[in-house]
């Protein structure tokens, strides 16, 4: 039907920039969910790549604690796994500072390139290149081979000098690996060397950080044990992986739950961006009808106009996310960088599948959104002549509709979270049921509220004057057209709100819990959380010894991370880390319980049971394995199974995982082991923090030690938790940049339908000036409406994010802060909006040749 | 059905209808036979425009039945009852007639376009017709209120319907432009042998009727003129 493809085109063309707007703000929606889509998967592969770039395809590793294993016990460990169908490689690794990249680190990793093959595809591929230097990387001193993107991420040349605790060396790159999708040139920053020559530069001659195994049965587990030298251990290698991986899900969930909130905010747009151009042509429809035009016609038309606008948008959008995502991308990773891994320079693959998801997204959503509003336009009654309906009947008539699947969706909120079993999964269900309720519920009380800000000014003596009154008729009146925008403002604006105010409650809770745990001056650990999680690199009696002899020291707490066997009330069994310490008698104030101990008399009995060899439990720890305080764990101990009460569960934010806690004396006993991995120092009175620090690090020497003050440990504590949280923040101004676009578009739209009444206005003698407070005033009412209205919703949401989603997914619970500053913020926000878009328009309406908008059809 | 209505152009058989409890017509009878003018008085409120919708299918009646050329309109469908209004029914109105979006040319083609059908020559020969040749390109808004009305008059003749329904189509014009426009209405409808039903509340047309219904208290009175 080209004539009505001709009338739509036409009638779209008469205000270029409303169609305009609506094709943008559909296209921000897919924007957001594609970039957040493709980020995500990205960072979700290179974090994946990350890890068996490093860990490779081993079952097990031999480790020694910061000793390191014994070289010479390398041969007989290859003989006793080969023999069994097994595989065994060395390696040695750690992190050096890049001398002219400062803050850049490059990681180290020195393999056997003959026994690599069935470990890690990445290393051993860069050999079967016949080009490849193999002999100058075995025998040429300080050799090293990068991946062609890691060289160009961090600038490298042939000659790299770098720093490893106080040795600086030159490095030479032989090699560059070309990028051929294998897993070394995806994964983190590293530097492939020799094991002798890593032995050689981090000065660790003989000795190796570990060996890598695969072990087919049980039977080459036993034959490999008998082989180990004293102090070794043999620890299952894939629990490093899985446990990463666990732990990035959560943050994944969560981030796509943050596009999730853009992509509902968006379709509210895509639906009043229809329903206007619906209402707007009212007349057009009424009079193509009487002409003759059908319903299917009308619905074509509308139909068509939409896909039209969907796909243009669609395009757009996938367009604007593909860029978009780079930059979050950047953002992501360093994210996951930060709290959980390393992790290499990722990079966006145009992932076939999500583009086209998000192509179908942008027109479903487009073409679901129009249909309402389609459905409507082909009811029109057929007229010609002036139009006596009015459309703001129809609005009305649907408002107790609203009103009732606002509330079954609310009612429907309460029951899943309520009433379903408490996973992360029914909680966003639960949450998001509640959102689109309250968006539902939000043009219903819109005339109230507005009605009362109305009321209010006439309080305060402005009701008097005519162009109040007018503005406050006006409001309600256009909320035929402008009813989804406000909605959708005041989801976004509450959507904000909530992810903000939830924010700054974890902040606040994770701030006070450090201040109070990390009560002691100095902490010296295994370098890395995950190394120290595993619980195999205990501090060496005689480096510990070195360490404790610094001067300035007042009181020490050793700790002892390990990975223990228990079996829970269920009867199930699981590996769990533990820690094992001490605690200072004046220290006990820093662990919180929760719920609260009843009483002093109770904190004491706990902490009596506790010495006496009862349990804590980390929050998170009780959430995941439904545990509470008085049920009993069966720990295996190498002296026989202790059955042992749990007297607490304290917060702790440290790990989304959990930990059990046990008295070290205890620990000692029934574990036969001395082992520290950590050690929590208090200063001297008078000893400067600083300073003992950097005796203590002269003291450790080449020791990969990780030796931090509390305030440097709680500063980056922080730093790291505003990074993770950078990301929520720039999805959720991206929602609410979404909405406000629609909103301008909304407002903009009714203030240019008004022309002509803004004409009649001015032809009784209203000043342009006066037209422009007019559109304000009535801007400002619908901006401060939506902008209240987004208060309790956006109260309500950062209470579902804290209780139920924080603590379904992480076991962290934090009380709600409600930041009023950030409330009146929110109001600000949404009124800010509405003027801005109300006063583009206005301000052309003021201007325009009054007989011209007279005559205007 | 009687065998009268297949004949007649339009027939109300005991037409009611009200709005808001008010009745405007109550239980109304009439037919407009083909071919023939009937001119519509009735003061201003007293429904002439709601028969005029009636007979268009745009309106439903409360209770009675509307016939439009030979079709009962309460018992096909909205579908029908528009495809049956695309191409038995001309329709002038006192303005906004016209597409905005749509050239002269174009609104005049609009019914033909709608069903797929050319039409390109039925439409300039109408608009040499009323004298608006070479002209159709230009944008209704650009034309004078006279100008429009013969744009209104050639799209509601050039598919050749069985009834014209013309609704004040002169309320806004000057006597002698009212008067061209009447005058074409009246030529070209019989020309293409279709019956016209002229609503107006200046009894001076009188004379171009072949009939005279008066609309008065929901009553309408029909004499020969
Ligand atoms: N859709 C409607 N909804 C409510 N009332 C209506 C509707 N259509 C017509 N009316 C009422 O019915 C009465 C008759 O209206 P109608 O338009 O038929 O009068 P009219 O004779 O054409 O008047 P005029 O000469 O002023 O055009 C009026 O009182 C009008 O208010
Ligand atoms: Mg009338």
């Known amino acids: ?857 | 059905m009687n065998p009268a209505d297949v004949k007649s152009a339009l027939t109300f058989n005991r037409v009611s209808k009200s709005f808001a409890g008010r009745t405007i017509l109550n239980a109304v009878d009439a037919t407009v036979n083909p071919g023939e003018i009937v001119v519509l008085l009735g003061r201003s409120g007293s429904g002439k425009s709601t028969i005029v919708n009636l007979a268009a299918g745009m309106e439903q009646p409360d209770s009675g039945s509307v016939v439009l050329a030979g079709h009962p309109l309460a018992q096909v469908s909205e579908r029908e009852r528009t495809l049956l209004r695309r191409r038995s029914v001309g329709l002038v109105f006192q303005a906004f007639n016209l597409l905005p979006e749509l050239t002269v040319f174009e609104n005049v083609h609009l019914r033909h376009a709608l069903d797929g059908r050319d039409g390109t020559k039925e439409v300039e020969a109408m608009l040499a017709e009323v004298g608006l040749a070479g002209r159709g390109g230009e944008h209704p808004d650009h034309l004078s209120g006279g100008e429009q009305q013969r744009v209104a008059v050639a799209a509601a003749l050039v598919h050749q319907p069985a009834l014209v329904l013309a609704d004040e189509p002169t309320g806004a014009l000057d006597q002698v432009t009212a008067g061209v426009i009447v005058d074409l209405l009246v030529r070209l409808t019989r020309g293409r042998g279709g019956a016209l039903v002229f609503v107006t509340h200046n009894p001076e047309y009188v004379a171009i009727a072949d009939r005279v219904w008066r609309l008065d208290d929901g009553q309408l009175s029909q004499e020969r003129s």
């Not at chain 1, 440290?654 to 082991?673: I, K, M, N, P």
């Not at chain 1, 020791?703 to 993770?724: H, Q, W």
């Open chain 1, 1 to 857: 039907m080209t004539i009505l493809a001709t009338i739509a085109w036409r009638s779209q063309r008469q205000h270029p920039w409303l169609a305009a707007l609506a094709i943008l703000g559909i296209a921000l929606g897919v924007a957001v969910a594609t970039a957040i889509a493709l980020a995500n998967a990205a960072a979700r592969h290179a974090f994946a790549e990350s890890i068996t770039g490093i860990v490779g395809n081993a079952s097990h590793q031999v480790v020694a604690g910061s000793a390191g294993v014994p070289e010479g016990a390398y041969a007989a460990i290859r003989a006793a796994a080969l023999a069994h169908g097994g595989a065994a490689a060395p390696v040695v690794e750690a992190e050096v500072a890049l001398i002219d990249r400062p803050g850049r680190t490059l990681r180290l990793f020195g393999i056997d390139p003959f026994a690599e093959a069935p470990f890690r595809a990445s290393t051993s591929a860069v050999q079967r290149d016949r080009a490849f230097p193999l002999a100058r990387l075995l025998t040429e001193p300080g050799a090293i081979v990068v991946s062609q993107p890691t060289a160009e991420a961090l600038g490298l040349s042939d000659k790299i000098r770098i720093r490893h605790g106080t040795t600086i060396r030159e490095l030479t790159l032989i090699a560059t690996v070309p990028d051929d999708g294998n897993a070394l040139n995806r994964s983190a920053t590293i530097a492939v060397c020799d094991v002798s020559t890593a032995q050689e530069i981090l000065g660790r001659l003989g000795v190796l950080d570990r060996i890598d195994l695969i072990l087919p049965d049980g039977e080459a587990l036993s034959a490999v044990t008998t082989a180990l030298p004293s102090g070794a251990e043999i620890v299952p290698a894939a629990r490093r992986g899985d446990s990463l991986r666990q732990l990035t899900e959560a943050f994944h969930t969560n981030l796509s739950a943050l596009g999730l909130i853009a992509l509902v905010v968006g379709m509210f747009l895509i639906a009043n961006t229809a329903s206007f151009a619906v209402v707007r042509r009212r007349e057009l429809f009424s009079r193509l009808r009487a002409h003759g035009a059908t319903p299917g016609q009308i619905l074509a038309l509308v139909l068509g106009e939409a896909l039209v606008a969907g796909i243009f948008a669609a395009v757009l959008g996938v367009a604007l996310g593909i860029a978009l995502a780079h930059f979050l991308l950047r953002l992501v990773t360093r994210t996951i960088g930060d709290l959980y891994a390393v992790i290499g320079p990722a990079t966006i693959s145009i992932d076939r599948s999500i583009v086209l998801q998000g192509l179908a997204l942008g027109i479903l959503a487009t073409l679901l959104a129009a249909l309402w509003p389609a459905l409507d336009a082909a009811r029109s009654a057929p007229r010609l002549g002036l139009l006596r309906t009015v459309p703001e009947r129809a609005w009305r008539r649907s408002l107790p509709w609203l009103a009732l699947g606002g509330g079954g969706l609310l009612a429907l909120c309460g029951a899943v979270l309520v009433g379903l079993p408490p996973t992360i999964t029914w909680g966003f269900v639960g949450l998001g049921c509640g959102l689109i309720g309250a968006a539902l519920l939000v043009p219903v009380l819109l005339l109230p509220v507005v009605s009362g800000l109305a009321w209010l000014a006439g309080i305060l003596a402005l009701g008097r004057h005519p162009l109040v009154t007018l503005a406050s008729r006006a409001v309600g009146a256009n909320l035929s057209r402008t009813g989804i925008a406000v909605a959708a403002l005041s989801v976004a604006c509450a959507a904000a709100l909530g992810m903000t105010l939830m924010v700054g409650s974890f902040r606040l809770a994770l701030d006070t819990w450090l201040a109070t745990t990390l009560s002691a001056d100095v902490y010296i650990s295994a370098p890395r959380l995950v190394a120290a999680r595993v619980g195999a690199q205990p501090l060496e009696p005689t480096l510990t010894a070195r360490l404790l002899a610094v001067p300035g020291i007042a009181a020490v707490l050793p700790k002892r991370d390990a990975v223990v066997s228990v079996t829970f009330p269920d009867g199930t069994s699981d590996d769990v880390d533990m820690a094992a310490f001490e605690p200072l008698p004046d220290s006990r104030d820093a662990f919180v319980a929760r719920p609260a101990f009843a009483s002093p008399a109770a904190r004491e009995a706990a902490w009596t049971a506790f010495t006496g060899g009862a349990l804590f439990v980390t929050e998170p720890f009780a959430t995941h394995r439904a545990v509470k305080a008085g049920d009993h764990l069966i720990v295996h101990t190498p002296t026989g199974d202790q059955r042992l009460t749990i007297a607490a569960v304290l917060v702790d934010y440290s790990s989304d995982q959990g930990a059990v806690y046990l008295h070290r004396e205890r620990y000692r006993a029934w574990f036969s082991d001395d082992g520290i991995t950590a050690l929590a120092l208090t200063a001297a009175p008078g000893v400067e923090v600083e300073d003992l620090c950097a005796r203590l690090r002269l003291a450790a020497g080449d020791a990969p030690l990780s030796i931090t003050s509390s305030r440097a440990l709680k500063t980056a504590s922080m730093t790291v938790f505003d990074r993770t949280f950078a990301i929520t923040a720039v999805i959720r101004w991206l929602a609410a940049g979404v909405a406000v676009l629609g909103l301008i578009a909304a407002l903009a739209a009714v203030q240019f339908e008004r022309a002509r009444t803004t004409a009649r206005l001015r032809a009784a003698g209203v000043t342009p000036r006066e037209v422009i407070a007019l559109a304000v005033i009535e801007c400002l009412f619908t901006g401060l409406a939506a902008g209240l209205l987004a208060i309790p919703i956006g109260v309500a949401l950062a209470a579902g994010l804290t209780h139920v989603i924080n603590r379904r997914s992480f076991g962290w619970s934090m009380e709600l802060h409600t930041d009023p500053w950030q409330l009146v913020l929110t109001v600000a926000l949404a009124a800010g909006a509405a003027i801005i878009a109300g006063l583009i328009p206005a301000w052309r309406a003021s201007r325009r040749p009054l007989a011209e908008a007279l005559h205007a059809d």
